[in-house]
């Protein structure tokens, strides 16, 4: 069965700070890690990352894939109220397309 | 961009009675569309994938005479909620995967509250 597991469970931080998040998965036949978004309704899209050790950029954030260590970190730097959010890792199995295992989500608060 | 739509975004129905929960596809023609629930504070669970013109595959725990799912074309799935009881009270999220770019992108979640 697959496993996603993101640490933190939950991080406050004020503004300006530069916070980190990991996700570590297990997965049968890894395709895809995908981090989202989500505030008040459903997640939004943030990255899809497939490669390892290659960087994907947005903005302040960022996030890279280590598949050696079955892992992806999301970096968000300068930290401002509207980062506050829960942010998910998700792991797409090849074997069945599209199919999506979350993992618990992180709780970020950004304080002003 | 590719954008997912729900209907109704809320609903509060008697326990007993069954709700329908839409989710289309608005730009994009979508072959599997997946249904997660969400409960307060807690991650995403897949629910069941729905496939267009054949049945949905149910994860397991899940009943599929309660949670009936249709797929009848290519923009649309139907979540059915059968006699439903205050703990099916829930974020029901829909999801569909635009093959195109190889992106899943959510609706925007129905809450329901079974009273």
Known sequence: EDKVVQSPLSLVVH???????????EVTNFR??????????????????????????????SSILDKKELSSILNITATQTGDSAIY???????TSYGKL??????????HP | GAVVSQH?????????TSVKIECRSLDFQATTMFWYR?????????????????????????????FLINHASLTLSTLTVT????EDSSFYICSAV?????TQYFGPGTRLTVL
């Open chain 1, 15 to 25: 503004e300006g700070d530069t916070v980190t998040l990991n996700c570590s998965y």
């Open chain 2, 83 to 86: 006699s439903a009881h205050p």
């Open chain 2, 98 to 102: 635009d093959r195109r770019t190889d």
């Open chain 2, 8 to 16: 109704p975004s809320r609903v509060i129905c008697k326990s007993g």
């Open chain 2, 38 to 66: 969400q409960f307060p504070k807690q991650s995403l669970m897949l629910m069941a994938t729905s496939n267009e013109g054949s049945k949905a595959t149910y994860e397991q725990g899940v009943e599929k005479d309660k």
């Open chain 1, 88 to 94: 998910l890792c998700a792991v797409s199995d090849g």
């Open chain 1, 32 to 61: 895809s890690l995908l981090w989202y978004k989500q505030e008040k309704k459903a997640p939004t899209f943030l990255f899809m990352l497939t490669s390892s050790g290659i960087e994907k950029k947005s903005g302040r954030l």
């Open chain 1, 101 to 110: 295992t979350f993992g618990q989500g992180t709780i970020l608060t950004v």
